[in-house]
């Protein structure tokens, strides 16, 4: 296995600038998912680890080593594609060895090689199979067996369970994370699909036109994400985002906005430094920290009834704000909840999120700063 | 849904005038399907009694039309080799190299293609032919129909592998193969049916001509059978019409054979979008 | 299945900007197709136009020193005193003007369009046997069809005689009566098929629940054709109309039937073209004949190009 470095790499098509100026680097064994919305330049980004795309400027390192103007086929890496590639006209044995042809080994080896690694991925029956006649699921587990089936540097994964249905998705997620586990390979996974990066990645490099807006552990990312951007996209319902104004009051600066009230909240000292009264900034919780308000709560945000959806475990109450935006909270009951029209939100102070104008969170009192 | 009588006899006149125009198809063709059995067989139609195989033994007792066959498969078979080749290389560079101005190129060549018919180049096609001294032979044929069938194959080409993923090549140099070995290994056989209609396409094109030879060819050693049918029956007085039809047949069995491989291989659509 | 890469100290090829076929193969592997194109389809065009200035023949002095004329070419076929004659190029100019509107305009389209229409709703069986008729007009040999049709129209034993005395008319000897009607049948007869085959894989393409909303608000057949048929395949009739224009424009098959006869009744310019070049000799002005054909050519493949152009910047 080995490390990945990008330093300054910047790549040009046309006056589309896909990746600007990205540095970053990848640990040797650290599993990363690169996350971010469709032309984000997540899926180039890795076409150029893997040599299918060369930089504009820039370089990359692979294992310390120079790699930028190496062929693909000099990179001693494997990649999984979004849609499989497998070679219509060879069947599966022959799909898994390829890699090992192309390398001059002997059929013997080939194939006794091919069976290992397919029995490993409960293919091993369907060797002599051609691709057109085995299902979706056992498509992508031969891809996977062909990507594994030699060693290499770094695995690439290019969106490779976007193309399964849901069930099998999860199932296959999880035997990639056991995969990591057991292996402990270095991989670079591209996805849009944030709760696969949450589950799988060891870092998350958020990715947004072209640059990578936080670099972090999952964990560090769902719970101090570093910009509003961030915050909209990981998570499921996103957080809620509610615009909110900055007034001087009791001697402090305080958030302030429409059916909001904050009691409890003890705010960042830095909103104070940064800011001056009467400047727009967001206030952002997650779904899941609010809860249908108890007389008395501290901190409320209140709203009209606009939906309530029952979803097994959880029900998602959304309600509507004055200003029409609207904030969904997700209650964890499995009991139908009966609500008047007007419904009031409660959370607690230490979940409130706060991002300054540019969208750019402000670290809370005790927090390192990003 | 519940059919009103109307639209029900509207049906029956749809159904009704579809096998009216199918046998006003049929109508001209129908006397090949008995003359070549007939060996009393004139130009009117009449069921063969008895059945017999005769005419084709006349066919294949007369040198001239065995030659003429030959001559067919020869120039058609060379045709198309030069024709699939060179086609499915120049499609695969239009397809994925990033040659600039292969926009531009492939633009004039469909522009020239349509524009140069065999009928309106006759004259030149001819001078170059017989400057580079290969009037009567059958590099003349094989080389004036590489060319002008060329482009349209290109292009039939170029969109064919244009449809195939480029993953196909990416992964098997990721995986360690050369770009040659990607080409034969991978690209190739994914193109291949592709290359199979473009070479019937082709075939069928040249086995069918008749103006290009017909210019081209001087000696009854290198008449294709197109060729050789034209002379059986507008230059002899009365044509042999019992050996014209048995011959017309096997001249045809070719192109029905390939055209019935084709639909069924690729379905019918896909041939008939092609010809021409 | 964990296993530790073995590091591989083979040359690594450097490549500048990546590509699937660099672009010195990709020129290599242009080459066969681009010289044989060069030679055969683009030399031709340009020489072309250079003999149709000479008075180049087959035989004789001309032959090998041609003279540079001028014009001189063009102003006989387009001589005012005799343009309109039978045997000269304004004839066959109108004849063949005339025998496109006939057979691929009027024919091969209509008849295409009727036909695919039809077979989107009659029993497959109908639709099978139908079709298998009209594609065989289509693809066998050219010199196959001539022969049948010059059979089929013997003025003796001809199949279609023989049908026209079943019903008490008169039989006819149609080559020399009639020989510019007898080809523009023959040639709707031939080509239809490419129309009807096009305009059917249009129809299919419509998802049929456009036919069932109309069907369930009440529709004829004919309003459906009108109504929703017709204006979804327009794009695909403008290029049937130019493909068929041109290939009738430029086709040659009908003098395997006719041979330009009788005394020039069907000399298509594909044929007089042929004629001039290659039975008067006559290199110099066929080449003038061939300059203006493809110049014809030329217009309907801008029109249809630029067509073309416009459906996929969309």
């Not at chain 1, 060369?54 to 080593?65: D, Y």
């Not at chain 1, 086929?73 to 594609?81: H, L, P």
């Not at chain 3, 010289?35 to 023949?57: E, G, H």
Request: aromatic content about 12%.
């Amino acid at each position: 296995m080995a490390s990945v470095e990008f330093s300054n790499v910047t790549k040009i098509f046309g006056n589309f600038n896909a990746v600007s100026d990205v540095s970053f680097s990848i640990g040797d064994g650290e599993f990363v998912c690169l996350l971010g919305p469709s032309g984000c330049g997540k899926t180039t980004s890795l076409r150029m680890i893997a040599g299918l795309e060369t930089p504009t400027s820039g370089k990359l390192l692979i294992g310390g080593e120079d790699v930028t103007h190496y062929h693909p086929k000099d990179r001693q890496i494997s990649m999984v594609f979004q849609d499989y590639a497998l070679y219509p006209h060879m069947n599966l044995a022959d799909n898994i060895a390829y890699p090992l042809k192309v390398r001059g080994k002997s059929v013997t080896e080939r194939h006794g090689r091919a069976k290992e690694v397919a029995d490993v991925l409960k293919i091993g029956h369907l060797l002599d199979r051609l691709p057109s006649q085995i299902s979706g699921g056992q498509q992508q587990r031969t891809s996977l067996a062909r990507a594994l089936v030699y060693p290499s540097q770094v695995y690439l994964f290019d969106e490779p369970l976007s193309n399964l249905d849901a069930k099998l998705r999860l199932e296959a997620r999880g035997f990639l994370n056991h995969l990591q586990r057991d292996m402990g390979m270095t991989a670079v996974y591209v996805t849009h699909d944030q709760a696969e990066a949450m589950a799988l990645a060891t870092r998350i490099a958020v990715m947004d036109q072209g640059k990578i807006v936080q670099y972090a552990s999952p964990i560090e990312i769902y719970r101090r994400p570093a910009t509003t951007f961030v915050a909209n996209f990981v998570g499921n319902p996103p957080m809620n985002l509610v615009p909110v104004e900055a007034v001087q009051g009791d001697g402090q600066l305080r958030p302030s906005a429409d059916g909001l009230v904050l009691g409890g909240l003890a705010m960042s000292s830095g909103i104070g430094t940064a800011l001056g009264a009467g400047k727009t900034l967001t206030l952002g919780i997650r779904p899941e920290h609010l809860s249908i308000a108890e007389p008395g709560a501290a901190n409320t945000i209140a709203g009209k009834l606009f939906a309530n959806e029952n979803m097994g475990p959880e029900s998602l109450v959304t309600i509507e704000r004055p200003d029409g935006s609207r904030v969904t909270a997700r209650i964890f009951t499995d009991d139908h909840i009966a609500l008047d029209q007007a419904v009031k939100l409660s959370f607690s102070s230490e979940h409130v999120h706060l991002f300054d104008g540019a969208g750019n969170r402000i670290p809370a009192d005790g927090e390192t700063p990003i | 849904m519940k059919l009103t009588l109307p639209a029900f006899i509207g049906r029956i006149a749809f159904s009704a005038l579809a096998a009216l125009i199918g046998a006003a198809f049929a109508l001209p063709l129908l006397w090949f399907l008995f003359a070549p059995f007939n060996a009393r067989a004139e130009l009117g139609l009449a069921i063969p009694d008895p059945w017999t195989l005769s005419n084709f033994v006349t066919v294949f007792g007369n040198s001239f039309a065995v030659q003429a066959l030959w001559n067919s498969l020869i120039q058609s078979v060379g045709g198309v080799i030069l024709v699939g080749a060179a086609a499915t290389l120049a499609a695969y560079a239009l397809s994925r190299s990033s040659l600039p101005g292969k926009g531009a190129v492939t633009y004039i060549l469909l522009l020239f293609s349509s524009v140069v018919s065999g009928s309106a180049a006759m004259v030149p096609i001819f001078l170059i032919v017989s400057a580079a001294g290969l009037i009567d032979t059958h590099l003349a044929v094989i080389l004036t129909f590489a060319g002008g069938l060329l482009p349209t194959a290109m292009f039939i080409l170029r969109d064919f592998i244009d449809s195939i993923p480029k993953s196909y090549e990416e992964s098997a140099m990721v995986a360690g193969a050369s770009p040659v070995q990607a080409f034969f290994d991978v690209a190739l056989p994914v193109i291949r049916p592709g290359i199979v209609v473009v070479v019937v396409w082709g075939f069928v094109n040249i086995w069918g001509s008749f103006l290009i030879p017909f210019i081209l060819l001087r000696s009854d050693d290198q008449m294709p059978a197109s060729v050789a049918i034209y002379s059986f029956y507008s230059e002899a007085g009365t044509p042999i019409v019992t050996l014209l039809a048995a011959y017309s047949l096997i001249y045809s069995l070719p192109v029905i054979a390939l055209y019935l491989f084709v639909s069924w291989k690729f379905g019918f659509r896909f041939f008939g979008g092609i010809k021409a | 299945m964990t296993t530790e890469p073995i590091i591989e100290t083979k040359p690594k090829r450097r490549v500048k900007n990546f590509a699937l076929l660099s672009n010195r193969a990709g020129a290599m592997f242009l080459t066969p197709a681009g010289l044989l194109v060069s030679v055969f389809v683009i030399v031709p065009f340009f020489w072309v136009i250079f003999v149709s200035f000479t008075n180049r023949t087959l035989l004789g002095s001309t032959a090998l020193n041609p003279e540079f004329v001028g014009l001189a070419n063009y102003f006989a076929l387009f001589d005012g005193s005799n343009f309109f004659q039978r045997g000269q190029f304004g004839f066959s100019l109108i004849l063949t003007t005339q025998f496109v509107l006939a057979s691929a305009l009027l024919g091969q389209a209509l008849l295409g369009l009727l036909l695919a229409w039809l077979i989107q709703t009659v029993p497959p069986a109908v639709k099978r046997l139908t079709e298998t008729f009209v594609i065989a007009a289509w693809i066998l040999p050219e010199v196959v069809i001539g022969f049948a049709w010059f059979a089929f129209l013997d003025r003796d034993q001809g199949t279609l005689n023989a049908l026209l005395g079943t019903v008490g008319l008169p039989p006819g000897d149609f080559l020399l009566q009639q020989p510019f009607w007898v080809i523009v049948v023959f040639n709707t007869w031939r080509g239809a098929a490419f129309s009807m085959m096009l305009f059917s894989s249009a129809f299919s393409s419509i998802p049929p629940s456009y036919f069932q909303a109309a069907d369930v608000a009440g529709a004829s057949s004919w309003q459906k054709f009108k109504d929703i048929g017709l204006p979804l395949i327009r794009g695909h009739i403008v290029t049937d109309l130019i493909l068929i224009t041109m290939w009738t424009f430029n086709t040659f098959t009908p003098f395997l039937l006719t041979n330009g006869g009788p005394s020039y009744r069907t000399e298509l310019v594909s044929i007089y073209n042929y004629r001039v070049a290659f039975n008067d000799f006559q290199f110099g002005k066929g080449a003038a004949v061939g300059v203006i054909m493809m110049l014809i050519n030329l217009a309907f493949a801008l029109i249809y190009l630029s067509i073309g152009r416009k459906k996929k910047v969309r």
